[in-house]
T-cell receptor
Framework: GAVVSQHPSWVICKSGTSVKIECRSLDFQATTMFWYRQFPKQSLMLMATSNEGSKATYEQGVEKDKFLINHASLTLSTLTVTSAHPEDSSFYIC??????????????FGPGTRLTVL | AQKVTQAQTEISVVEKEDVTLDCVYETRDTTYYLFWYKQPPSGELVFLIRRNSFDEQNEISGRYSWNFQKSTSSFNFTITASQVVDSAVYFCALSENDYKLSFGAGTTVTVRA
């Protein structure tokens, strides 16, 4: 399967600041990436679908102006949590698919980023 | 409506016991994919298996086996001779035509030595 990295693995920030999380596909070109959020002891909730070179598609209830997604290249997508508040504290996970191989329906996940907003 | 139901919240077994995780899904699509992922305490989701809706063959991979039954919309997962390293949260997921993954709530498996 694909190898996906995320940076940072954890971050602590003050309320009101912005935090950028990077998701990288290390061994193939990812035309599509997904961003998920997972609260403690809960399942993963899809936040948005990121397509290289176009605007991200956000799920219902996810504020696109708060969670900025940029997919500028086939190997990198970034999620910026703007003006973070304590309720944004969560585990953020990205995943990638590669439409070109025919296995676009398999998502491979990054190790996740734990965000704590004080 | 919940598309994927994992009725078991937690399962605790003693090492070497078998454990079966239930997964029931709901979809109107004729083409869909089912997955199982493992999330150990470290947090990273590990892909275990993908099954498409046209392939009802059961599959075995080492100590893992999967039973897919379209008639009951179930895709159950069995760990044979469980080991402590199997302790994790296991998620069943459904992907329909738009390839978004709908996850079940997850089942926490604890294997005691």
């Amino acid at each position: 399967g694909a190898v996906v990295s995320q940076h940072p693995s954890w971050v602590i920030c003050k309320s009101g600041t912005s935090v950028k999380i990077e998701c990288r596909s290390l061994d193939f070109q990812a035309t599509t990436m997904f961003w998920y959020r997972q609260f403690p002891k809960q399942s993963l909730m899809l936040m948005a679908t990121s397509n290289e070179g176009s605007k991200a598609t956000y799920e219902q209830g996810v504020e696109k102006d708060k969670f900025l997604i940029n997919h500028a290249s086939l190997t990198l997508s970034t999620l910026t949590v703007t003006s973070a508040h304590p309720e944004d504290s969560s585990f953020y996970i990205c995943s990638v698919t590669d439409s070109g191989t025919g296995y676009s329906d398999t998502q491979y996940f990054g190790p996740g980023t734990r965000l704590t907003v004080l | 409506a919940q598309k994927v139901t994992q009725a078991q919240t937690e399962i605790s077994v003693v090492e070497k016991e078998d454990v079966t995780l239930d997964c029931v899904y709901e979809t109107r699509d004729t083409t869909y994919y089912l997955f199982w992922y493992k999330q150990p305490p470290s947090g990273e989701l590990v892909f275990l298996i993908r099954r498409n809706s046209f392939d009802e063959q059961n599959e075995i991979s080492g100590r893992y086996s999967w039973n897919f039954q379209k008639s009951t919309s179930s895709f159950n997962f069995t760990i044979t001779a469980s080991q402590v390293v199997d302790s994790a949260v296991y998620f069943c997921a459904l992907s329909e035509n738009d390839y978004k993954l709908s996850f079940g709530a997850g089942t926490t498996v604890t294997v005691r030595a």
